[in-house]
């Protein structure tokens, strides 16, 4: 199974500043994905990053709000841009372990409170 | 594009009793894999337990077990002798061919009962 790192566990921003979320897993994987979860809600896939190439958003994301970075098969940031209170959520990375295994784990999230 | 239902919004049991936790899906797709996943008050999200559309056996992973009836396309999860730390809100999802998106259902919250 891949351990999954996730910093800052939780923050509190101003609204209008922006927040980097940094994902770690412990070895390397092709595909890692972003999700976000709002208060009360499920979660809702916000983009794949890919490794040497730009982020996939889903629709409704935009690279200007949600800006992926991927410089390698083992790390992983997600930018939340000029920030509303609307962007309060769990935000939660995510990747498949793929070959027999049908896994697909989760990092601990980062709960992030904008005022 | 793949729909995943759970109708119940909040479950409670009692310790020691079974629970089923209802999943319906809607896919196009004949390969897709389903999963459950537990969400504790802390906002980790848990792997549970997966299950195939080819498998022929229903998954089974200690107290979890998932009734697979693809006919019907359910994906319930049954958590046997419950423990007050299954107290909890349970996720259903599903991905479809190689494609590792995950779609999720609306989630069940499962309080447990002494």
């Known amino acids: 199974s891949a351990v999954i790192s996730q910093k800052p566990s939780r923050d509190i921003c101003q609204r209008g500043t922006s927040l980097t979320i940094q994902c770690q897993v412990d070895?390397?994987?092709?595909?890692m994905f972003w999700y976000r979860q709002q208060p009360g809600q499920s979660l809702t896939l916000i983009a794949t990053?890919?490794?040497?190439?730009?982020?996939?958003?889903e629709s409704g994301f935009v690279i200007d709000k949600f800006p992926i970075s991927r410089p390698n098969l083992t790390f992983s940031t997600l930018t939340v841009s000029n920030m509303s209170p609307e962007d309060s959520s769990i935000y939660l990375c995510?990747?498949?372990?793929?070959?027999?295994?049908?896994?697909?784990?989760f990092g601990p999230g980062t709960r992030l409170t904008v005022l | 594009a793949q729909k995943i239902t759970q109708t119940q919004p909040g479950m409670f049991v009692q310790e020691k009793e079974a629970v089923t936790l209802d999943c319906t899906y809607d896919?196009?797709?004949?390969?897709?894999?389903l999963f459950w996943y537990k969400q504790p008050s802390s906002g980790e999200m848990i792997f549970l337990i997966y299950?195939?559309?080819?498998?022929?056996q229903n998954a089974t992973e200690g107290r979890y077990s998932l009734n697979f009836q693809k006919a019907r396309k359910s994906a319930n999860l049954v958590i046997s002798a419950s423990q007050l730390g299954d107290s909890a809100m349970y996720f259903c999802?599903?991905?479809?061919?190689?494609?590792?998106?995950?779609?999720f259902g609306a989630g069940t919250t499962v309080t447990v009962r002494a």
């Open positions: 995510s990747v498949p372990t793929g070959g027999k295994s049908n896994e697909q784990f």
């Open positions: 070895s390397q994987v092709t595909m």
């Open positions: 990053a890919n490794q040497g190439s730009e982020a996939t958003y």
């Open positions: 896919t196009s797709d004949q390969s897709y894999g």
């Open positions: 299950q195939g559309s080819y498998d022929e």
């Open positions: 999802a599903m991905r479809v061919s190689n494609d590792y998106k995950l779609s």
